[in-house]
């Protein structure tokens, strides 16, 4: 199965090709590959903006794409996933971040075309989820749409020990991204 990650940001700096990692989303793929009986190939790992129908033509094909949310990529990220979600019904679409509205029960109402929207971290949480999507219900720490009503889970539990989490900067992550765009100039968090 492939799945894909939209961290997308804007061209930082004075240079024309210089973008920031995108290190939120690389930190889910790095915990999900680590995982033993992980079966998702990454597909892409987006972190740059472009025309919203080449993203769609991209991603319509995979099986889920998750969306890395923030203020600078709220209204993009939204645009590309209503898109997927009408030339791909079947395609799985996943929220993360701080930047929508989660405690709003009409959230699915507005946002139809999401499927999930995890709260807090998604290392854990993004991982458990993906292995139950026909049981969404047994997945701390999300809300999800039930036929446009916004169920809530229980939250999940907080990651006390960072040590147990994977790095993208040490387990080949972004050396593969690296090497997929050597005309970018990388700005690391």
Partial sequence: MNISFVSVNHNTGN????????HSAACIWS??????NNPYSLNHLLFRREPVD????????DDVVAFS???????????????LKEINPKIKIIFGG???????????????????????????VFSELV????NL????????????????T???????????????YLDGTFDDLADKHPEIEWNCI
């Fill in 131 to 134: 292995f139950n999507f026909d």
């Fill in 137 to 152: 219900s047994s997945v701390d720490g999300i809300i999800y749409n039930e036929n446009g009503r916004t169920i809530t």
């Fill in 69 to 83: 949310c923030y203020m600078w990529n709220r209204k993009y990220n939204l645009t590309v996933a209503e898109k």
């Fill in 15 to 22: 240079k024309e090709n210089a973008y920031f990692l995108p």
């Fill in 54 to 61: 080449s993203m769609v033509e991209k991603l319509q094909h």
């Fill in 98 to 124: 701080p930047e929508l509205e989660v405690t709003d029960i009409s959230f699915f109402s507005k946002y139809p075309f999401i499927d999930v929207h995890v709260i807090n971290e998604g290392e854990r």
């Fill in 154 to 168: 229980k939250p999940a539990q907080r990651i006390t020990d960072l040590a147990i989490l994977p790095s993208p």
């Fill in 31 to 36: 915990y999900l590959k680590s995982l033993p």
